[in-house]
């Protein structure tokens, strides 16, 4: 062991920036990060053993403890178990013989939920030790199981387990046609580095990643800062439930994505780029490092880069199981090597980000966008769209449709469009843009995909009248529960306050006074969390909530309080150990004589009169 | 002509450079705050110090005060807010008061005090936590600590050794110390560290002075902490 | 005298150490008595409370026992108060809550130094232990909490007072202690 981790630890410089890197082949490796290795990291980075264990610790996929072989993880967004994720993961859990969270005793298997792998269109989804697993199924099960514990290496497991498909169903200015490789570059350096900011400007185009700040200022922003370095950071995190257009978008339209980074790096003036893939999408990783490789070869990156003195390459970093690091201030701690921890602003990315150096982060869609705007202008980009959006906007769309998948819009597009679209009949609501967004009702089909609208970063998860709001809720809830990053009082414990209550709630222990307990604590998380995780939370419970009242209301007793917690099975082990069963030994959830009624409360000041 | 903001309606001066936090205190306008102190570099974590800024709240340890800002402190609704987010504190973790050393020197329960918090208002979650009472001199109460890093920026930026950090993501944050065994006996840290001392709560304990001053005559049992803390931390402040 | 405000107190899972600190306000007892008249409380001899204004509870939740009389002050208070820290948070008592219920008992009753006869106490007369102690706000809704351990007299004689007088409720800062 000692010499493999020597050998990675020179393969990446004796660099802690590289921290996360590392860690991901010794988890790849060893199933976890032995002590001996945390002993040898902290003398070859030169950094404190803490250090290296507070980044494992907050990272999904990484363990202090043995992980089976076959580290199984199966994904728990909503979508998945629209499509019956629960009962597969049982089957699973019962055919393998392990626990959910838990290692089969022989050490071969783990199994465990993870959060949204970006698969929704293709789910029930997981990773088996870091690659996309799709479609899964009692067949597709069977044979996992058999895979395992016959101990076949991953590489010799049918290639259909693995199959992600792209789901193109509507394409658009964006991804009509494929670009030729450099295209965009030579047309730059053509019209000139700073007639090409001067485009993108024109063009009106704004972040795709959530946020919308305009493309061109944030660029020129950091043009002007006076350093000698400046970094080009592709946020491919994409952790937000319900979003995979980023995926498709890496897996089919990668050249174009990495020519926006390349005319960005031109324009700022940076020499260093990279990309930051979430941990979920190992699976391009290779295909990925590729046609990077092809690009340095066509001269399309590395030194002189089209003969025009530009130096410019891109790195590739992997995450490795945080929702948070999408946050670009969390995202830039990260390829630091460090927890990704977002960062008090000011200062922004743009004055110090990586390193302390003035950075730009855009997201996927945003590069691939400029890439096009490079080669076709600006107006041709702002000709379309709506005032304050120009455009067209990539959706992932998923849920109850007959074809969920990839659709490209012009913004302005209704949601009633989309849902034809698609193929989505009987429709309740929608969730726009991921957890975070906002849940539309029925009533609300005219609304517009706009900035000054629904602004989206393309998560866009459809329910059908079959399904149940509160479910949603739930899941969500527990979601950014299990994604805050700890930080910030308010959301590490908001958070779980949140889970606590809608857990309350749901299983039908809610009196009257939870409801306004709940939407006091929704706006205690919202206004005064650090970062967009926790000021965002609060939503599917917000948004919900004001367009569903009585939903909440049905679920609580007329009573002025009940217990959050269960009462007589609080009684159990008690029960148990004392060998009793006669009445004395249980307890009413609620008093039986019933509790005083919501309408005496708060009781009077004028006492004794 | 020197540059100003208000808060709560009083001018304030500044200097280029100072955290709207400084520039209170500086002014003997106290903000609460648990996770600062003003020799250490910001952290912005706890969010007790939250002030509106024109309208938006800002973390006052960490937000840049600039020419002309409008900051509210001292409003209804932030202090109804700070004592939620106090409790929220208070709930995660195991503060059995009557039982803890600190109590009556303890700035989390001095701060609960200032902002009348009589009770804990959410439900308590009585996490399992451990206490490391390894080494001779210092002790470690995890049940106390609220992650304000002072003791890991102290350790860090004073004491030049790296003994506290903070480990874990969410509500499962908590503090490790640097050694093989994880335990405190096995780490270079010093009685006379500063990390030692500095932490808010009853958190890091050194071992045998804790009822030297019987309760009843401690540090906050008759000053509140925002005097207390203009006293020491700024006692300069409105010269 | 028909108008006395009727005022009723117990201890659940506490130490009757708010008790004690209640009978401290001393001489002001006789002042109280003339304005207030004691239904079921450990100083008296009733073992129901029956519409009261003004309940005290000290302690926190620990069995099905704490249960059931909190829920009788409930119903039978226009004014419930958590007074003290273990009915505020659970008090010393909860520290107990990250030990499993199992364990407590068997070192307790089985396998703990000193124990005679090993047995678990089952009799249909004895209160079963909930597997944590919880404050009374989880069980019932509170409206009025008085921190301390215990609160002190004064804090007891400001609350009565200020309640009896019409006034809302507060404490100071030097009454406000939660030790
Ligand atoms: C919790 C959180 C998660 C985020 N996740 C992503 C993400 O996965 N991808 C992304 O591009 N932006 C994400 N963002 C937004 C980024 O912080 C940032 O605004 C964006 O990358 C900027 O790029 P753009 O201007 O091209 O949108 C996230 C923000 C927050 C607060
Ligand atoms: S809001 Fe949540 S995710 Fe963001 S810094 Fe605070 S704890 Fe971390
Ligand atoms: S650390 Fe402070 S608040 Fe916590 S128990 Fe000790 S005195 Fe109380
Ligand atoms: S031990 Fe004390 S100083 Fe250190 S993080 Fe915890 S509360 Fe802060
Ligand atoms: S004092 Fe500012 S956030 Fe803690
Ligand atoms: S019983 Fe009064 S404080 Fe515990």
Redesign the pocket.
Same mark, same amino acid.
């Given at each position: 062991m000692r010499q493999f981790i020597h050998g990675i630890a020179e393969n990446n410089h004796y660099q802690a920036t590289h921290l996360l890197q590392i860690l991901r082949q010794i988890q790849s490796r060893y199933h976890y990060i032995p002590e001996a290795a945390i002993e040898q990291l902290s003398g070859l980075l030169s950094i404190p053993r803490t250090q290296i264990i507070s980044v494992i610790e907050f990272y999904s996929f990484f363990h202090l403890t043995p992980r089976g072989r076959y580290e199984l993880l199966i994904s728990d967004s909503i979508t998945d178990h629209m499509l019956g994720k629960k009962d597969l993961l049982d089957y699973l859990a019962k055919k393998l013989a392990v626990a959910v969270g838990a290692v089969r005793e022989d050490g071969l298997v783990s199994l465990e939920n993870t959060s949204c792998t970006g698969m929704c269109d293709q789910g029930p989804a997981g990773l088996v030790n870091g690659y996309a697993l799709t479609r899964l199924d009692r067949s597709s099960i069977d044979k996992i199981v058999e895979l395992v514990n016959q101990q076949k290496p991953l590489d010799e497991w049918p290639k259909e387990l693995f199959l992600v498909n792209d789901n193109i169903y509507k394409s658009g200015l964006l991804l009509d046609r494929q670009m030729e490789q450099g295209a965009a570059l030579k047309s730059a350096f053509k019209r000139g580095v700073k007639a090409t900011l001067a485009e993108v400007d024109k063009s009106g185009l704004r972040g795709r990643g959530g946020a919308g700040f305009k493309t061109a200022t944030k660029w020129q922003f950091c043009s002007e800062e006076q350093q000698s370095v400046r970094y080009v950071v592709c946020n491919a995190d994409e952790g937000e439930p319900g979003t995979f257009k980023d995926r498709v978008l890496l897996n089919s339209y990668a050249d174009q994505v990495f020519e926006g980074m390349t005319v960005c790096a031109a324009i700022i003036g940076a020499k260093q780029g990279f990309l930051y893939l979430r941990g979920e999408y190992l699976h391009l990783y290779d295909k990925l490092q590729s046609i990077l490789n092809q690009r340095r070869q066509n001269g399309l990156l590395g030194t002189n880069i089209l003969d025009q003195g530009l130096d410019f390459d891109i790195e590739i970093c992997l995450g490795a199981g945080a929702y948070?690091c999408g946050e670009e201030s969390a995202l830039i701690e990260s390829l630091e090597g460090k927890a990704g921890?977002?960062r008090n602003r000011p200062p922004y990315p743009v004055t110090q980000g990586y390193l302390g150096k003035p950075t730009v982060v855009n997201n996927v869609e945003t590069f691939l966008a400029a890439a096009s705007i490079a080669v076709n202008g600006g107006d041709w980009f702002a000709d379309i769209g709506t005032e304050k959006s120009k455009g067209t906007k990539i959706l992932s769309i998923s849920g109850d449709c007959a074809r969920p998948g990839i659709y490209e819009y012009p913004f302005g597009t209704t949601i009633q469009t989309v849902l034809n679209d698609c193929g989505a009949d009987d429709v309740l609501g929608v969730q726009v843009g991921g957890p975070s967004g906002t849940f539309i009702s029925n009533q609300e089909f005219d609304r517009k995909l706009a900035f000054e609208d629904l602004a989206t970063g393309g998560s866009f998860i459809i329910f059908n009248s079959s399904r149940n709001i509160l479910d949603m809720v739930h899941n969500f809830t527990h979601f950014f529960a299990h994604e805050?990053? $700890?930080?910030?009082t308010p959301?590490?414990v908001g958070t779980s306050l949140l889970q606590k209550q809608i857990d309350k709630i749901v299983e039908g222990h809610g009196s009257a006074g939870d409801v306004v307990a709940l939407e006091e604590l929704c706006q205690l998380v919202k206004n005064y969390?650090?970062?967009g995780? $926790?000021?965002t939370a609060a939503n599917p419970i917000i948004t919900t909530l004001e367009r569903y009242p009585d939903l909440y209301q049905n679920r609580l007793k007329e009573i002025s309080y009940e217990p959050g917690f269960d009462l007589d099975g609080a009684l159990t082990t008690a029960r148990r150990m004392a060998n009793r069963d006669d009445a004395g030994a249980h307890l009413a959830q609620t008093d039986a004589f019933g509790s005083r009624p919501v309408a005496s409360l708060p009781p009077s000041l004028a006492v004794g009169e | 002509m020197s540059k100003t903001i208000t808060i709560d309606g009083k001018v304030i001066p500044f200097e280029e450079g100072q955290t709207i936090m400084d520039a209170a205190m500086a002014a003997g306008v106290y903000i609460p705050h648990l996770c600062h102190q003003p020799e250490f570099t910001p952290h912005g974590s706890c969010k007790l110090c939250t002030v509106k800024v024109n309208g938006r709240n800002c973390s006052a340890c960490t937000f840049p005060a600039a020419d002309g800002q409008d900051v509210l402190n001292h409003t209804e609704e932030l202090i109804e807010d700070r004592k939620k987010i106090t409790q929220m504190l208070f709930v995660e973790g195991n503060h059995f008061c009557p039982s803890c050393e600190k109590t009556g020197n303890c700035q989390l329960q001095a701060v609960a005090y200032h902002l009348n918090m009589l009770d804990n208002h959410f439900p308590l979650f009585y996490p399992d936590r451990e206490v490391d009472a390894s080494h001779d001199e210092v002790m470690v109460d995890h049940n106390r600590c609220i992650f304000c890093t002072l003791c890991v920026r102290a350790s860090h930026e004073k004491d030049g050794k790296d003994v506290f950090a903070i480990s874990g993501r969410g509500i499962h944050k908590h503090l490790i110390v640097n050694a093989e065994s994880g335990l405190l006996k096995d780490t270079d840290v010093a009685a006379t560290d500063q990390a030692a001392h500095i932490c808010p709560t009853g958190a890091i304990l050194i071992k045998r002075t804790g009822y030297q001053v019987p309760i009843g005559q401690r540090i906050y049992d008759h000053q509140q902490i925002d005097q207390v803390s203009l006293a020491t931390e700024h006692p300069k402040h409105g010269e | 005298m028909a108008n006395k405000i009727r005022v009723a107190t117990t201890s659940l899972a506490g130490c009757f150490g708010c008790h004690m600190s209640f009978l401290d306000i001393d001489e002001r007892m006789l002042q109280l008595a003339e304005v207030v008249e004691f239904d079921r409380s450990p100083i008296t001899d009733i073992e129901h409370c029956t519409n009261c204004d003004i309940g005290l509870i000290e302690g926190g939740v620990c069995n099905s026992e704490n249960v059931h009389v909190l829920r009788e002050f409930r119903n039978n208070c226009k004014i419930l108060v958590a007074v003290g820290a273990c009915a505020i948070n659970g008090g010393l008592p909860a520290m107990r809550n990250h030990i499993p219920l199992e364990e407590c008992l068997n070192e307790a009753y089985l396998d703990g130094i000193g124990v005679e006869n090993p047995k678990i106490p089952s009799d249909i007369e004895l209160p079963l232990l909930l597997d944590q102690v919880h404050p009374i706000h989880e069980i019932v809704k509170i409206d009025y909490y008085l921190p301390g351990c215990p609160p002190s007299a004064d804090v007891f004689w400001k609350f009565l007072t200020d309640l009896i007088e019409g006034r809302e409720p507060s404490l100071p800062y030097e009454l406000v202690h939660y030790d």
């Open positions: 948070i921890i977002p805050s990053c $700890g930080f910030c959301c590490r969390s650090h970062c995780l $926790g000021q | - | -």
